[in-house]
């Protein structure tokens, strides 16, 4: 059984920083793409980016201030947020999918963790 655990989410002022870390179990994701996506309330589910070793993707948002890594020995991706904005505040979904092409589509991601809250206060 497939499973993404965040972790390293929490309450954070307005420029500070935090990481976030995704360890997948189950199967490997070496030659596919991990991801990151985010939800505000009452807003639909959103890219934030993605990562496989034939390419990287951010969302315009996030572009010059998050920053997307992965371990690959540890089945393992992170995302580096730095220069928070209040706007930053949803659940961060970790999101994975076994092919290589990286895609902003959440449709087309075939896992999913279970989230992890960013709170940006001003």
């Known amino acids: 059984q497939v499973q993404l655990v965040e972790s390293g989410g929490g309450l954070v002022q307005s420029g500070g920083s935090l990481r976030l870390s995704c360890a997948a179990s189950?199967?490997?994701?070496?030659?596919?793409?991990m991801a990151w996506f985010r939800q505000a309330p009452g807003k639909e589910r959103e890219f934030v980016t993605a990562?496989?070793?034939?390419?990287?993707a951010f969302a315009d948002s996030v572009k010059g201030r998050f920053t997307i890594s992965r371990d690959y020995a540890k089945n393992t991706v992170y995302l580096q947020m730095n220069s928070l904005k209040p706007e930053d505040t949803a659940v961060y979904y970790c999101?994975?999918?076994?092919?290589?092409?990286?895609?902003?589509?959440?449709?087309?991601?075939?896992?999913w963790g279970q989230g992890t809250q960013v709170t940006v206060s001003s």
């Open positions: 189950g199967r490997t994701f070496n030659n596919g793409v």
């Open positions: 999101a994975a999918r076994p092919i290589l092409k990286v895609t902003t589509s959440a449709n087309e991601y075939d896992f």
């Open positions: 990562m496989s070793w034939s390419g990287t």
